[in-house]
């Protein structure tokens, strides 16, 4: 594994000043204008960066930071725009170092239902366009609250998936269970299928994760545990059982 690079981890942390600091000032600008809607920021500190159970940042930690617009309507509907941004280590001699992905949607809820149907372009400033790593997703989520817990079932679509590998389907169950004392309990079971998984250069897989977070004065700790069901000769490594420790701020 390349050893982590400080300059890429810099940068990251460069770009959360981008995204949550103006947020106050975009909020009270947003006030003032009287115009519809509430922007939230987090940032956040992790270990690892990993995506769908293949590590992101070459087992290194990352930083990253979001803002998000929300709406919502007395009918039960709503919609939302975000913006998030992580650093990145593909190992590609440096092609990529920062993700940046935009997301739009709408969202409905009625009694303990909610859906959420959207789209999500990532992108990697930087990165040669030959290598074709932009790409975009359409997304179906459909979850249900039982008070003691919710789960969730989701789907989401890719025409067009990460390095010109085809079109792209990644299914996930998850859940999560509020505990005492500020404790939450999460986990997921989820599969992703690539038309071309040589482009993409692993096969359709198998994923899973759990985590436990807690949350102190405004802080949320978590510790999750991620692993695929990939052999080693079909992902020599970042796509086996590790843990990975976060901590982050919302706003």
């Not at 309507?73 to 975000?82: N, Q």
């Not at 949607?105 to 366009?129: C, H, I, N, Q, R």
Request: charge should be negative; proline fraction near 3%; glycine fraction near 10%.
């Amino acid at each position: 594994m390349e050893r982590f690079h400080m300059k890429k981890f810099l940068m990251a942390l460069s770009l959360i000043p981008v995204l949550s600091l103006p947020s106050q000032s975009l909020a009270e600008e947003t006030k003032s204008l009287d115009l519809p809607g509430t922007i939230t920021g987090n940032v956040s500190f992790l270990s690892e960066y990993s995506f769908r159970g293949i590590t992101q940042s070459a087992e290194e930690p990352a930083a990253q930071g979001a803002l998000t617009w929300t709406n919502s309507y007395d009918s039960g509907l709503g919609s939302y725009l975000g913006i998030w941004g992580s650093n990145v280590d593909f190992n590609d001699s440096d092609e990529a170092s920062i993700e940046i992905d935009y997301s739009a949607g709408l969202t409905y809820s009625v009694d303990k239902w909610s859906f959420d149907l959207g789209a999500l372009y990532y992108t990697y400033p930087g990165a040669a366009s030959r290598l074709n790593y932009d790409y975009l997703e359409g997304q179906v989520i459909v979850g249900y609250n039982f008070d003691v817990a919710s789960v969730a079932a989701s789907f989401n679509y890719s025409p067009e998936n990460f390095g010109d590998s085809g079109d792209a389907q990644y299914y996930k169950l998850s859940g999560k269970v509020p505990l005492s004392h500020g404790f939450t309990l999460d986990g997921r079971l989820a599969r992703q299928e690539v038309e071309d998984n040589t482009a993409f250069a692993y096969p359709d897989y198998n994923e899973w994760g759990a985590g436990i977070s807690y949350n102190i004065e405004g802080i949320d700790l978590k510790a999750e545990y991620v692993d695929t069901d990939m052999s080693t000769t079909e992902c020599a490594d970042g796509c086996d059982a590790r843990g990975i420790f976060s901590v982050s701020k919302s706003f």
